[in-house]
C-alpha cells in the first residue's frame, strides 16, 4: 500500500534553531516528492524534488531526497517565528492524478 | 490572476440542510480536487476531476456530490449536512502538463449543528 509517512509529528525550537523535518515513502514507480507549508490557512507550495541528492533550496528553506532510501528532508536553518506551521509532504501514487498526503509535522518557533 | 477561490469562506448549517461550495480557477488548470482537513488530520481527498465533465471518487466520498461543468469551476455539494462534515474544506487545481504540483484556494470552514 502506497503511504507517506512525516516525523516527527510536531516540534518545539527556539528562534535561531535549525531543525530538519523528515518526510519517508513508499509508492509504486516513484516520480516526484512535494513539500508544502500550511500556516492558518491553506498549504503553500514550497519544493518539488524528483532527482536524488540534488538539493533544492529558497533562502533558509532547502530540501533533499534520497531515492534509495525513500526519504527526503526538509531543512530549515536560523529559524523565525514566521517559520511556526505545519509543514506537509505529498507523493503522487503510479499512474494516478492524486497526491498521498503525510499527516504533517507541526512546527512551533518560540521567540 | 486571482489563482483558486473558494465560496463562501465560512459557513454554519443545521444538520439535514444542503449547501454547495463553488470553487473557481482562473489558471486553465485541467484538474481540480476537493478536499477536507480536520484537526490534527492531514487533507483527505473527497473527489476530483480531470477535465470539464468527468469526476472522480476520493478517499472520503460518501455524502458529497460534485460537478464540473465548466473547465473553471468545481462545485461541492452536501445534499443532507451531518454533523461528521464539520470541517475545513481546501479546493486545488493543477495543471496537467506542469508536474504534481496542486495549488490550493483559501479554504472554507463549515460547521454542521
Known amino acids: 500500500e502506497d503511504k507517506v509517512v512525516q516525523s516527527p509529528l510536531s516540534l518545539v525550537v527556539h528562534e535561531g534553531d535549525t531543525v530538519t523535518l523528515n518526510c519517508s515513502y513508499e509508492v509504486t514507480n516513484f516520480r516526484s516528492l512535494l513539500w508544502y507549508k500550511q500556516e492558518k490557512k491553506a498549504p503553500t507550495f514550497l519544493f518539488m524534488l524528483?532527482?536524488s541528492g540534488i538539493e533544492k533550496k529558497s533562502g533558509r528553506l532547502s530540501s533533499i531526497l534520497d531515492k534509495k532510501e525513500l526519504f527526503s528532508i526538509l531543512n530549515i536553518t536560523a529559524t523565525q517565528t514566521g517559520d511556526s506551521a505545519v509543514y506537509l509532504c505529498a507523493v503522487p501514487p503510479d499512474s494516478n492524478y492524486q497526491l498521498i498526503w503525510g499527516a504533517g509535522t507541526k512546527l512551533i518557533i518560540k521567540p | 490572476n486571482a489563482g483558486v477561490t473558494q465560496t463562501p469562506k465560512f459557513r454554519v448549517l443545521k444538520t439535514g440542510q444542503s449547501m454547495t461550495l463553488l470553487c473557481a480557477q482562473d489558471m486553465n488548470h485541467e484538474y481540480m480536487y476537493w478536499y477536507r482537513q480536520d484537526p490534527g488530520m492531514g487533507l483527505r481527498l473527497i473527489h476530483y476531476s480531470v477535465g470539464e465533465g468527468t469526476t472522480a471518487k476520493g478517499e472520503v466520498p460518501d455524502g458529497y456530490n460534485v460537478s464540473r461543468l465548466k473547465k473553471q469551476n468545481f462545485l461541492l455539494g452536501l445534499e443532507s449536512a451531518a454533523p461528521s462534515q464539520t470541517s475545513v474544506y481546501f479546493c486545488?487545481?493543477?495543471?496537467?502538463?506542469?508536474?504534481?504540483?496542486?495549488?490550493f484556494g483559501p479554504g472554507t470552514r463549515l460547521t454542521v449543528l
Open positions: 486545488a487545481s493543477r495543471r496537467l502538463a506542469a508536474g504534481d504540483t496542486q495549488y
Open positions: 524528483t532527482s
